[in-house]
Every structure is written in structure tokens, then in C-alpha cells.
């Protein structure tokens, strides 16, 4: 198995028109968050075959898939990765995780980041210090700092919140609408497991916290109570 056999097993999927769309859904146009993306037009379960196909790729070759300028093969080397983790003893997840905090310049879009960093780095750090994401967190790259929220998905979901809203913290001054969108994501996600506490952070930080972030934190709340917390009104 090579990265060029993936590849060419990837372009025979490509769709014209459907690259034209995700192009634009994936704002690459000049000047927006992923100017000069290259998309094939390939539909993700589309990408799971071929992944599942090359699941035993060796990470030199994974390597390789993710450095393609092609966004679909990038996700699929992602999805190798993720794969070959959950099967993986601890120093092999070890090796795993080096490899994709090395190659984080090709995971750089909100899908590549939202699908990979938790089932990847997050399940890592579940038993280990997580001065990682707080690095990342303060890393110059927008897509490194939505790594940095988004992996902590993996922390909540066992119902462990320090690290999600510290993250948070550090991200309300942030000026991207997409750090603001992973913000809140994964405060409603906190707020599934401990509304109280999500509702203390807004209500703590409420004058710092962006309206997109605030927005998608309260979104699955009662109406008339999203209102009234979107008017500054906390009961």
C-alpha cells in the first residue's frame, strides 16, 4: 500500500460540479478562512471506503496523504489515523498522536479538525496532563486553537469540565467567528451533562463572551430562557 495507490483510488471518485460547491462551502475563495483549498467533489462515506480500504497504510505513507494539497484525501489520511488509534496499543497511539500534532498545517479546515482532534488527541490525554492543548491554545494558528476546544469533546464526554472551560476562557477574546462557533459547541455540549455549570460560566463571563459563542452554548435551551439570557437576564 502507498500514498499514490490512496490517491489515484481517490481521483476516480472526483465529481466537477461537486468540487465547485465544496469550494465554496468551504470558503476558499481569496482572502477567506481556507483560500486555496483544492476540493474533488468526493462525498465522505466515499472517503470512509477508500480509508477502510487503506486502513493499514504505514504512517510514512499516511504521512504523505496528509501533506496532499487535496482536502478529501487529507481526510482521508485523517481517517486512517483515527482507525489505526483505536487499535493501537499505547506506544503505537503514542507514535499516532506525534504524528498528527506534527502534521497539524494540513488540518486545516473546521471539518478536518472537528472529525480528527478528539478521537485522536482528546482520547490520548484522557489519562495524561493536558498542557498540550493550552500550548495550542495559545498558538498563532487558527486551526491548532480549535484543536485545542474542540479535543476537550473527549474530557466531556466522561463528564471531566475543567479543561473545557479554561480553554474557553482563554478563547473569549478571540477574533474569529470560527473559534467563537467551537466555543459554544462545546459549551452546549458541557450543558447536556451539567447545565448549572455551563449557565455559571455565560453568566460569569457574559460580557466577554461572543454573541456566536453565546448563541450556540444556549441553543437547545428553552426559549423564553434563551431570550432572557440573550437580554443579560440570568435567573
Known amino acids: 500500500m502507498t500514498a499514490e495507490l490512496l ?3 481517490m481521483q476516480a471518485l472526483a465529481d466537477r460540479e461537486k468540487a465547485k460547491f465544496l469550494q465554496r462551502f468551504f470558503k476558499t475563495g481569496k482572502g477567506q ?3 486555496g483549498d483544492i476540493f474533488w467533489g468526493i462525498r465522505v462515506p466515499e472517503t470512509r471506503q477508500v480509508a477502510k480500504a487503506y486502513c493499514n497504510l504505514p504512517l510514512s505513507e499516511i504521512e504523505r496523504v496528509l501533506a496532499n494539497s487535496v482536502h478529501e484525501v487529507r481526510l482521508c489520511g485523517l481517517l486512517i489515523l483515527i482507525e489505526q488509534f483505536k487499535k493501537s496499543c499505547e506506544t503505537d497511539r503514542k507514535t499516532i498522536v506525534d504524528c498528527y500534532l506534527s502534521n497539524t498545517q494540513y488540518i486545516n479546515n473546521w471539518d478536518l479538525v472537528d472529525l480528527s482532534c478528539y478521537q485522536i488527541l482528546g482520547n490520548y490525554l484522557m489519562d495524561k496532563p493536558r498542557g498540550i492543548l493550552y500550548r495550542l491554545a495559545k498558538s498563532e494558528n487558527l ?5 485545542a ?3 476537550t469533546w473527549a474530557f466531556i464526554r466522561h463528564r471531566e469540565f475543567e479543561d473545557t472551560l479554561a480553554i474557553s ?6 477574533p474569529h467567528d470560527l473559534i467563537h462557533k467551537a466555543v459554544g459547541w462545546m459549551l452546549r455540549e458541557l450543558s447536556k451533562r451539567d447545565e448549572a455549570l455551563m449557565l455559571h460560566f455565560i453568566e460569569t463571563h457574559y460580557v466577554k463572551i461572543p454573541r456566536t459563542a453565546l448563541r450556540y452554548a ?3 435551551l428553552p426559549e423564553e430562557q434563551r431570550k432572557a439570557i440573550l437580554q443579560g437576564q440570568f435567573l
Open 7 to 9: 490517491i489515484e483510488s
Open 33 to 35: 478562512y481556507a483560500e
Open 143 to 147: 486551526w491548532e486553537q480549535r484543536i
Open 149 to 151: 476546544i474542540v479535543s
Open 169 to 174: 476562557e482563554m478563547l473569549l477574546d478571540h
Open 218 to 220: 444556549i441553543e437547545k
